[in-house]
Nanobody, 121 residues
């Protein structure tokens, strides 16, 4: 099995910055895409940013220009640097990884435990 463990998050004032980190461990042959999602109260979980193993990134419109996703393939980690945070960014953030545990096996979806980000003055 694969575990994703998140760190970071917390309370920050509007305009501030936070960095979220996520590390994968367990039975890992290869990790394909990694990403960050968020879920605000009463809303569906939505993609914030994703990154392929080759480093190609994709961002939600709301994150463009403010958030940066990065990963370290050898360490199985993915980070999300969030700048110029707004109250609308308040949500529980989850990391996600598309993991292949063994050669020739199908990939599986792994999720972190979630971390609260609150943007408020």
């Amino acid at each position: 099995q694969v575990q994703l463990v998140q760190s970071g998050g917390g309370l920050v004032q509007p305009g501030g910055s936070l960095r979220l980190s996520c590390g994968a461990s367990g039975s890992i042959f290869r990790i394909n895409d990694m990403g960050w999602y968020r879920q605000a109260p009463g809303k569906q979980r939505q993609l914030v940013a994703s990154i392929t193993a080759g480093g190609k990134t994709k961002y939600a419109d709301s994150a463009l220009g403010r958030f940066t996703i990065s990963r370290h393939n050898a360490k199985y980690t993915v980070d999300l640097q969030m700048n110029n945070l707004e109250p609308e960014d308040t949500a529980v953030y989850y990391c996600n990884a598309d993991v292949i545990e063994k050669m020739w096996a199908a990939s599986t979806d792994a999720w972190g435990q979630g971390t609260q980000v609150t943007v408020s003055s």
